[in-house]
């Protein structure tokens, strides 16, 4: 392989290893009604809460969303209920659903968003309805964690390592052409 191959071959090496490292941004977002909601199932619109992570700093332009997690915490007064939670829309549309939630206590519910991703993915909004199907319940809170990486690959800059082989190989070819 001829120096200037081989020198190419190390740039191209170098440059896939910067790729794998790209950094992971992270936005969070909680949303606390200032008094707590109750959700009856005679409340057939339920309850929206809706997240924004283009606020946060999110461009769906320049980043691709690599995963997301909502937490729900609820509580309850009395009773046996269930529940539904319909997150997205359309074709991006994600439910969950559960039961019993305990009284006099907070209970925090973890949902891993696969279908709805795309939904937040798509403008960085994301709208989840809460509702109930039997009994009633409290909305306290609920938090948006999502996970996203640069496209952009121009500000991927070269390692130092691969700058100190680019020197190298130009010494080389400098060396060469003296001798020949
Ligand atoms: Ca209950
Ligand atoms: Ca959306
Ligand atoms: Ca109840």
Do not use: C, W
């Not at 959700?39 to 809460?49: E, P, T």
């Not at 937040?120 to 309805?129: E, R, S």
Request: net charge negative.
């Amino acid at each position: 392989m001829s120096i200037v191959k081989h020198l190419f071959a190390t740039i191209a090496l170098s440059t896939a290893t910067v790729f794998a490292h790209a950094s992971v941004l992270t936005y969070t977002q909680t949303i606390t009604p200032s008094k707590q909601v109750k959700i009856n199932k005679s409340d057939v619109d339920g309850y929206d809460i809706n997240f924004d992570i283009l606020s946060k700093g999110y461009n769906p332009l320049t980043q691709s969303l690599t995963s997301g997690v909502l937490t729900f915490t609820l509580t309850d007064n009395a009773g046996d209920e269930s529940f539904e939670f319909d997150i997205g829309s359309g074709k991006f549309l994600q439910t969950y659903t559960g039961s019993n939630v305990p009284n006099h206590q907070e209970k925090s519910y973890t949902v891993n968003l696969q279908k709805s991703l795309a939904d937040l993915a798509k403008d960085g909004q994301l709208t989840v309805n809460l509702s109930s199907t039997s009994g009633d319940y409290i909305f306290v809170s609920s938090t948006l964690t999502a996970q996203a990486t640069n496209l952009d690959t121009t500000t991927n800059v070269p390692e130092p390592a691969s700058l100190a082989l680019i020197g190298l190989g130009m010494g080389a070819l400098a060396l060469r052409r003296r001798k020949s």
